[in-house]
């Protein structure tokens, strides 16, 4: 898989997005490291494009502008395994503005007893914001964990709440 990679800054974070030929595949964590989508796409060979991933890197900014509430461009999710793809879709389903706990989740995917093994997929989601894993919590309405780290998890939901 070849992945081409643009750096992205807003309000002094860095994103890295990386995308293949079928569309988004990869949004790192803000500030994170330059190698962080080896983590997600172990076999992917990157190139660095600075003018590429343009519709990508229009609606973050225009995401955290306030200004895009549903991201409509093509994401690549093929590398998930079957059971991530269909927890990542069901990342999708969750409108600007809400939560949902990983329980809930587990029972509209229709596996209630999977709660654990969502919490693992969702986790591996390769695709921050546009695949929205900071919108969900814990059974008991805390935060729980995020790759992006908590303060970014607080600062998208209290953006999508404003």
């Known amino acids: 898989m070849r992945l081409t990679l643009t750096k992205l800054t807003i309000d002094s974070q860095t994103f890295w997005l990386g995308s293949t030929t079928k569309g988004l595949a990869f949004v790192g964590s803000a500030n994170g490291s330059t190698d962080e989508w080896q983590k997600f796409l172990p076999t992917a060979t990157a190139t660095l494009d600075p003018t590429a991933n343009q519709a990508a890197s229009q609606a973050l900014t225009a995401y955290f502008a306030g200004q895009e509430t549903d991201f409509s461009l093509p994401l690549d999710l093929s590398h998930g395994t079957a ?14 503005g809400e939560t949902r706990s990983y329980t809930t989740l587990a029972q509209q995917l229709k596996r209630p007893t999977a709660t654990r093994a969502i919490a693992s997929a969702v986790g591996r989601n390769p695709i921050l914001i546009f695949v929205p894993c900071h919108r969900i919590l814990r059974k008991d309405g805390q935060l729980g964990g995020y790759r992006g780290g908590l303060p970014m998890k607080q600062q998208l939901l209290r953006l999508e709440q404003a």
């Open 83 to 96: 059971f991530q793809q269909q927890v990542w879709q069901g990342l999708r389903q969750i409108p600007y």
